[in-house]
C-alpha cells in the first residue's frame, strides 16, 4: 500500500524559486508512474507534471521550462523544483501514484493513491 508524504512548499515572491517534495516510505515508486497535481481555490485539480515509471517526464505547458520533476535514484524522494513561478501557480499541490502513464498526463481519476498536499503560494 502507498503511503505518499509531501513536503516543502510555503511563500515566495514572483520570480523565485521554491520545490516541494514527496515521500514513499514504503519505497514502491518504481512500480508506479508518479505525478504532480495542483489545485487552485474554485479551480479544477490538474496534472503539473509525471515522472513515469520507465523514467519518461511530462509536463503541463504552463510550467514547461519552469518545472523540472525529478526522482532520487534510491526512488525514495520525489521532486517538483519550480522556477521563475507565478502568481498562477498558487495551489495546493498534491502527489499521486497510479499505473503506467504512458508518457501523457492523465486525468486525477488515473491515480488511485494521493498525499494530503502541500500549500504553494506566490506574490
Known amino acids: 500500500h502507498v503511503q505518499l508524504v509531501e513536503s516543502g512548499g510555503g511563500s515566495v515572491q514572483a520570480g523565485g524559486s521554491l520545490s516541494v517534495s514527496c515521500t514513499d516510505s514504503r519505497r514502491t515508486y518504481s512500480t508506479y508512474c508518479m505525478a504532480w497535481f495542483r489545485q487552485a481555490p474554485g479551480k479544477d485539480r490538474e496534472a503539473v507534471a509525471i515522472f513515469d515509471r520507465d523514467g519518461t517526464t511530462n509536463y503541463a505547458d504552463s510550467v514547461k521550462g519552469r518545472f523540472t520533476i525529478s526522482q532520487d535514484n534510491a526512488k525514495i524522494t520525489l521532486t517538483l523544483q519550480m522556477n521563475n513561478v507565478k502568481p498562477e501557480d498558487t495551489a495546493m499541490y498534491f502527489c499521486?501514484?497510479?499505473?503506467?502513464?504512458?508518457?501523457?498526463?492523465?486525468?486525477?481519476?488515473?491515480?488511485?493513491?494521493w498525499g494530503q498536499g502541500t500549500q504553494v503560494t506566490v506574490s
Open positions: 499521486a501514484a497510479g499505473d503506467y502513464c504512458l508518457g501523457s498526463l492523465p486525468p486525477q481519476w488515473h491515480f488511485p493513491y
